[in-house]
C-alpha cells in the first residue's frame, strides 16, 4: 500500500517532482493551500483548473483518510495563480512525517511564497461554538516533543537552517487582515483566533486529555497542520492557518457527546 515508505523525501527528490508539475502547467504559485477533514470544496473555488491525482505525481504519498480526496489541483483564485491540496497526509496514516510534510517542500520547489492551511479542529475554549473559524495564532506541536519531528534528520540547508524560530510561525499581519476582513464581511460573530494542538491520533482525545490541553493553552485539537507549518517556515514561507471548529471536545464526565469523523468531515 505505501511503495515508497521510507524513501522520495531529500532535496533531489521534491525538486524532481516540482520540475515533474512545472512542465505540466503553466500555473506558477504563489499561494498554496491546503484543504483540510471535508473542506475540499474550497479547491473548486479554482477556476482554470489543473489537477493531478496524487498517485500520479512521482514521491507523492496516497491519501487514505475518508474527506480528503487527494489531488493536487493547480488554477487561479480571483486572478491569482495557486495550488491547492484537495486532501493531507496525518502521523496516524503510517507515513514517516518527512514524507507527510513533504508537499511544504514542493509547493516551496513550485515558487509558493504563502502557505494557507486549513482543518478540522474539536473546541477546547470554552467560548467557542461549533461553526467557529480560528485564526491560528499558534500552535502546541506534540508529537515533536516526543522527537516525532519532521525537521529530525540531517539538515539540507537549501531548505533552511539547523534550528529554525518558531515564534513568528504565524504570520501576524495576515492574521490581522483576515480579522479585519472578517469583520467587514460581517463575520464577527463567529470568527475567533487561538491556539492549535496537533496530536499524532487516530483516536479522539479522553476527557482527561482535553482538560489538560486546555489548561495548556490550547483552543481547539486536531491531528494535523503544526507539522506543515514547522516545515514550510523552515524552507521560509509565509503562513496563514485556519481551523473550522467541528465539534466541541467533550471535558465533562456527564456528556453524552462522542467525537467522530463523520460529523467533522461533514459525512
Ligand atoms: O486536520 P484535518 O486534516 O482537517 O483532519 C481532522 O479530522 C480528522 C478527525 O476527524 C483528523 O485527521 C483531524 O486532524
Ligand atoms: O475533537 C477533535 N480531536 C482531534 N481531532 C479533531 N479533528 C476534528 N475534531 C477533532
Redesign the pocket.
Given at each position: 500500500m505505501f511503495p515508497d515508505l521510507n524513501t522520495g523525501f531529500t532535496y533531489e527528490d521534491c525538486k524532481a517532482t516540482a520540475d515533474w508539475l512545472l512542465a505540466q502547467t503553466d500555473v506558477r504559485p504563489l499561494v498554496g493551500i491546503v484543504c483540510g477533514?471535508g473542506l475540499g470544496g474550497l479547491a473548486d473555488m479554482l477556476k482554470d483548473q489543473v489537477a493531478f491525482n496524487y498517485k500520479d505525481i512521482p514521491n507523492f504519498p496516497q491519501s487514505t483518510v475518508h474527506g480528503h480526496a487527494g489531488r493536487l489541483v493547480f488554477g487561479t483564485l480571483k486572478g491569482r495563480d495557486c495550488v491547492c491540496m484537495q486532501g493531507r497526509f496525518h502521523l496516524y496514516e503510517g507515513y514517516p512525517i518527512q514524507k507527510i510534510t513533504l508537499p511544504m517542500r514542493i509547493f516551496k520547489l513550485l515558487g509558493v511564497e504563502t502557505v494557507m492551511l486549513t482543518?478540522?479542529?474539536?473546541?477546547l475554549n470554552q467560548d467557542f461554538k461549533v461553526g467557529d473559524i480560528m485564526i491560528i495564532k499558534d500552535h502546541l506541536n506534540i508529537p515533536g516533543f516526543a522527537g516525532n519531528h519532521p525537521l529530525v534528520g540531517p539538515n539540507d540547508e537549501r531548505f533552511g537552517v539547523r534550528f529554525p524560530c518558531m515564534s513568528d510561525a504565524y504570520d501576524r499581519e495576515l492574521q490581522q487582515l483576515a480579522m479585519d476582513v472578517g469583520h467587514e464581511l460581517g463575520f464577527t460573530d463567529f470568527l475567533r483566533e487561538g491556539v492549535y494542538c496537533m496530536?499524532g491520533?487516530p483516536s479522539?482525545?479522553t476527557i482527561a486529555e482535553?482538560r489538560m490541553l486546555s489548561k495548556l493553552g490550547a483552543d481547539?485539537?486536531?491531528?494535523?497542520t503544526a507539522h506543515e507549518v514547522v516545515v514550510a517556515r523552515h524552507c521560509g514561507m509565509r503562513v496563514f492557518a485556519l481551523s473550522l471548529?467541528?465539534?466541541?471536545?467533550v471535558m465533562d464526565y456527564d456528556s453524552e457527546e462522542k467525537?467522530n469523523?463523520e460529523?467533522?468531515s461533514g459525512g
Open positions: 477533514s482543518n478540522a479542529a474539536g473546541g496530536l491520533g479522539f482525545e482535553c481547539a485539537v486536531g491531528m494535523s471548529i467541528t465539534n466541541l471536545a467525537a469523523h460529523e467533522v
